[in-house]
């Protein structure tokens, strides 16, 4: 399935979306995303979340044609940045808040991501909003908590190890549910800043 999206003016979109409030468009937002979580992406539809919404589902299809369309609009309404505002002045202690702040989101993010795997895979639209919403955001805000430490020289422009850390950080969130049936809490990722990611920088 892939989605229409790019097929309908912005101006279409918008007077459509204006028969409802953005208050009860977020209650669908939060309700697709939930069962996203809980039953995985191909078991979710448009009648289920009506029902569980109290809306018809026609109300769904004129808002957003295909649940690809609707699953990505939910996921922009998400976004968010856990890492922005962290700046305690030391790059060490900036990563372990980052890792704490991850790991207070990691099991519904995570969740998330998982029952998305193969979807998102199949349509692009999927795949970019996914991108914005939970990827991007982060990664950016990543890279200027290493670029303060750069700038406060704490670690070289050139080290390495630098490009890699986001990798790191994002992929321990994704593996260490298939690897130890875990999900990546705040305490394990800040074990794992402590003893993979600081000496990698050749910091304590």
């Given at each position: 399935?892939?989605?229409?999206?790019?097929?309908?003016?912005?101006?279409?979109?918008?007077?459509?979306?204006?028969?409802?409030?953005?208050?009860?468009?977020?209650e669908?937002?939060?309700?697709?995303?939930?069962?996203?979580?809980?039953?995985?992406?191909?078991?979710?539809?448009?009648?289920?979340?009506?029902?569980?919404?109290?809306?018809?589902?026609?109300?769904?299809?004129?808002?957003?044609?295909?649940?690809?369309?609707?699953?990505?609009?939910?996921?922009?309404?998400?976004?968010?940045?856990?890492?922005?505002?962290?700046?305690t002045?030391?790059?060490?202690?900036?990563?372990?808040?980052?890792?704490?702040?991850?790991?207070?989101?990691?099991?519904?993010?995570?969740?998330?991501l998982?029952?998305?795997?193969?979807?998102?895979m199949?349509?692009?639209?999927?795949?970019?909003?996914?991108?914005?919403?939970?990827?991007?955001?982060?990664?950016?805000?990543?890279?200027?908590?290493?670029?303060?430490?750069?700038?406060?020289?704490?670690v070289?422009?050139?080290?390495?190890?630098?490009?890699?850390?986001?990798?790191q950080?994002?992929?321990?969130?994704?593996?260490?549910?298939?690897?130890?049936?875990?999900?990546?809490d705040?305490?394990?990722?800040?074990?794992?800043?402590?003893?993979a990611?600081?000496?990698?920088?050749?910091?304590?």
């Amino acid at each position: 399935m892939t989605s229409q999206a790019a097929d309908r003016p912005d101006t279409v979109v918008a007077s459509r979306r204006s028969k409802i409030t953005p208050e009860r468009e977020q209650e669908f937002f939060d309700a697709v995303l939930e069962q996203i979580r809980e039953c995985g992406y191909d078991a979710v539809t448009m009648e289920g979340v009506a029902a569980s919404t109290r809306c018809s589902k026609s109300t769904l299809y004129r808002q957003w044609k295909t649940k690809p369309q609707f699953v990505a609009a939910a996921l922009r309404s998400h976004r968010r940045v856990r890492f922005a505002g962290i700046d305690t002045g030391s790059l060490a202690e900036d990563l372990r808040q980052a890792a704490r702040a991850a790991g207070e989101w990691s099991g519904k993010d995570t969740r998330l991501l998982q029952a998305l795997g193969h979807a998102v895979m199949q349509d692009a639209e999927l795949q970019r909003a996914l991108r914005e919403a939970l990827v991007e955001p982060e990664i950016a805000a990543l890279r200027e908590i290493l670029e303060r430490g750069v700038a406060r020289g704490e670690v070289a422009a050139d080290h390495p190890a630098l490009e890699y850390v986001p990798a790191q950080m994002f992929g321990v969130l994704r593996v260490r549910p298939v690897v130890e049936g875990e999900y990546a809490d705040a305490d394990y990722l800040v074990r794992f800043v402590e003893a993979a990611v600081l000496p990698a920088l050749g910091l304590t």
